[in-house]
């Protein structure tokens, strides 16, 4: 038992001359007990599957005092997700406690009265009709950050995580919050959140032993200061703009007008900070994700990069990509949408179930945890041809996959909001790089995926980007500028 704590699944990587499975754990086959899985999901959430869970199905297990019920069929999804929502609308207490420290009572974790307030709120002000005004902000940090690559030294190797991490909360910042962040104040978010990550349990041990809310978070001292920096960086630029120092039509003046004309939704100031938190921390982490783990395929698969690069540069010619471009982006589409089904940021949505039922034919108790895991359903093999194999050309047909057997944003009354928004800006963003860059993971670096709370590879991703051509924004590459290191790894 102790060797668990110690020895990791094997990742299975493979390739070809036209074909690549990226990264993923080997699933276990033979015995697994529940105390195993439970002591595998400590590690990462995706260890803790067999063989025969990447079938769909429904099956459940007692884990210490608590049954824990996976559903990994389109029915039981939706079932779960939609049809009896509210019987699963709360997220798991590990969820709640970890997050809470982070976005209060923010929509993302909120329930019952407070989720059904707040959310047609919140939907609105991320709603896809704010992405003209939003598109601008995406421009803009998209031509910072690729500037700033264009100044390194040629071959140089740097951490794509991180640098996706700022670039997400740039255009956070400018599209929510209508500032610039500072480079240190990027900076603090990415490291605080990296290390919060890392420091979090994604297990709530009581839990399983029986307290149906399981216990508080313990905050040791540098858990508190990876909150901290966080905190920091959302109470300044916060307090900015209700000083009357942002720009106006960002989302949070949206947000603030709005609670002026309703008096009624109770959006004091605690609830207007958390809200916009959550779409702060929501919207920043799972595109950094979903864009590092675009790169990483891209690297391993050229044939889809080349024609990814024809397309840009069909579509917008020299000149940089706009928001107004995406439409037509089909390929660039296709790769976040076949990333997003190999690693969705959330891979597994939890639910604990207010009250009795039945899923299927298993009897499910008040409080049992419900595993909604789209790191499963996505790579079901009686749902998808080659399941671990990246192939964009899946999305670019007009046949969509079958419902409730693709939900990277989830699906039904809690499907993740600003799913518009930040599907557009990861096209622009991978549109973008393409471009000017190609992009390849670092020689001799393995890539090993890891979930405590959002999908990763664990440290990073280190890689080089060579400027094609002499594109620049400019359309001259300077040769005689100084090169400028990026930001130290996180």
Request: aromatic share 6%; proline share 7%.
């Amino acid at each position: 038992m102790v060797q668990l704590f110690k020895t990791r699944r094997a990742i299975r990587e493979e390739r070809g001359p036209d074909w690549f499975v990226p990264a993923h754990p080997e699933p276990r086959v033979g015995p697994f007990s529940a105390i195993e899985r439970l002591l595998s999901a400590r590690r990462s959430l995706i260890e803790m599957f067999t063989e025969d869970d990447y079938t769909s199905g429904c099956t459940s297990m007692r884990v210490l005092g608590r049954r824990v019920v996976l559903v990994n069929s389109p029915e039981t999804i939706k079932y779960v997700m939609v049809t009896n929502h509210d019987n699963y609308e709360r997220k798991s207490p590990q969820l709640r406690r970890a997050i809470a420290p982070l976005v209060g009572d923010g929509l993302f974790i909120s329930d019952g009265e407070t989720w059904k307030t707040r959310r047609p709120l919140v939907s609105d002000i991320v709603h896809r009709n704010t992405l003209p005004m939003a598109g601008r902000s995406m421009e803009s940090a998209i031509a910072d950050m690729a500037d700033r690559w264009e100044e390194q030294p040629a071959g140089a190797v740097f951490n794509a995580l991180p640098e996706m991490a700022r670039l997400t909360a740039e255009i956070i910042a400018r599209a929510v919050f209508g500032q610039k962040l500072s480079p240190a104040a990027a900076y603090d978010v990415v490291a605080g959140f990296s290390r919060f990550q890392a420091l979090v349990d994604s297990v709530n041990i009581p839990y399983f032993l029986g307290a149906d809310d399981g216990w508080p978070l313990l905050k040791g001292p540098r858990l508190r200061k990876a909150i901290a920096r966080i905190d920091h960086v959302i109470e300044e630029v916060i307090t900015e703009h209700l000083a009357g120092r942002g720009e106006h039509k960002s989302m949070l003046d949206l947000l603030v007008r709005r609670q002026a004309r309703s008096p009624q939704l109770g959006l004091d100031v605690s609830a207007l900070r958390n809200e916009a938190a959550t779409i702060f921390m929501a919207g920043h982490e799972g595109s950094t994700a979903t864009l590092t783990w675009a790169l990483y395929m891209l690297s391993n698969a050229p044939w889809v990069e080349e024609a990814v690069r024809r397309e840009v540069e069909t579509v917008v010619g020299d000149r940089s990509p706009t928001v107004a471009d995406v439409a037509n982006l089909k390929w660039s589409r296709a790769v976040i949408e076949e990333t997003l089904r190999l690693y969705p940021s959330i891979p597994v949505m939890a639910r604990q179930a207010r009250g009795a039922d039945h899923i299927g034919n298993i009897a499910v108790e008040p409080n049992d945890l419900v595993l909604a895991v789209s790191w499963l359903l996505h790579r079901a093999k009686d749902l998808w041809d080659r399941p671990h194999h990246f192939l964009p050309e899946r999305f670019l047909s007009a046949e969509r996959p079958r419902p409730y057997t693709y939900i990277p944003f989830g699906i039904g009354p809690r499907i993740c909001p600003g799913a518009s928004f930040g599907l557009t800006e990861s096209v622009l963003c991978l549109a973008s790089l393409v471009q000017r860059f190609e992009i390849r993971v670092a020689e001799g670096h393995r890539v090993e995926p890891n979930c405590r709370l959002s999908l990763r590879p664990l440290g990073g991703l280190p890689v080089t980007a060579t400027p094609r051509a002499s594109r620049t924004a400019g359309g001259i590459v300077d040769a005689g500028k100084a090169p400028v290191q990026p930001e130290p790894l996180v």
